[in-house]
């Protein structure tokens, strides 16, 4: 029955992260612009710093990603959730071709989460209640990608990467 308990809750937290992740993009989302670089017409986009976890990138089919993580805790057509060791959960979510459109980690209480740098770059932006996030949109590459960090006694770093 506490694990039956468990599951449903980690699902209920992973959903309210993907939730999160798209009303932010909505709310604060940043667009990465192409910029010129010298007095050439060049132009460079950023690359993107993560696009995956554990080997699965967005527009993967469902079955590749069962091929790579296993048997997910909840398996649907449209989502497969996933329990790691040390609290690391991740939810990916699939499009009508069952291709990932949507991956989210969650890091319980922060732990083995990747540093903000190596996912988003650049500062992250402070709320008044002392959570962090930002999120960096690639136009030109379809997809956006946040870090969310929760304030209070429990904290939970979110990672999403999902197609715009």
Do not use: C
């Amino acid at each position: 029955m506490r694990n039956k308990l468990r599951k449903v809750l980690s699902v209920a937290v992973a959903l309210l992260a993907i939730t999160l992740a798209g009303l932010l993009s909505s709310v604060y989302g940043q667009t990465q612009k192409t910029r010129a670089v010298g007095s050439a017409a060049t132009s460079v986009v950023q690359q993107p710093l993560f696009t995956e976890f554990k080997g699965v990138k967005l527009g993967m089919s469902a079955q590749e990603v069962r091929a790579k993580l296993g048997d997910p805790v909840l398996k649907d057509d449209s989502m497969d959730y996933f329990i790691f060791a040390d609290g690391v959960t991740a939810q990916f979510a699939y499009d009508k071709a069952h291709a990932v459109k949507t991956i989210s980690i969650d890091y319980a209480g922060g732990n083995g989460a990747p540093e903000y740098r190596a996912v988003v770059g650049a500062e992250l932006e402070t709320r008044p209640d002392g959570s962090t996030y930002k999120i960096v949109r690639y136009e030109s590459l379809g997809f956006w990608v946040s870090y969310n960090r929760s304030a209070g006694p429990v904290i939970t770093v979110t990672i999403t990467i999902q197609k715009m």
